[in-house]
């Protein structure tokens, strides 16, 4: 969680890979912190789908980190 004086805390879960209980559980610990009142921020660098919520903001950068491997870095 990050601290902002005067903003919103900032909450951020990173996935690497969708494992089947986990994304129920990642799912669960964002839609918390939103109604808590904190920005949650959802980021998927691994393979797999993401699941919408409402609310909850993702980022995908899964075909950034794959542009990466493929060109050799």
Do not use: H, N
Not at 6 to 15: A, F, H, K, M, S
């Amino acid at each position: 969680m990050t601290w902002l004086p005067g903003g919103p805390d900032i909450v951020v879960e990173i996935d690497f890979a969708p494992v089947p209980a986990s994304v129920p559980a990642s799912a669960q610990k964002l839609a918390f912190s939103r109604d808590a009142g904190e920005y949650p921020l959802w980021v998927r660098c691994g393979k797999g789908g993401i699941k919408k919520i409402g609310g909850v903001m993702a980022l995908d950068i899964r075909d950034a980190g794959r542009g990466v491997r493929e060109a050799g870095s």
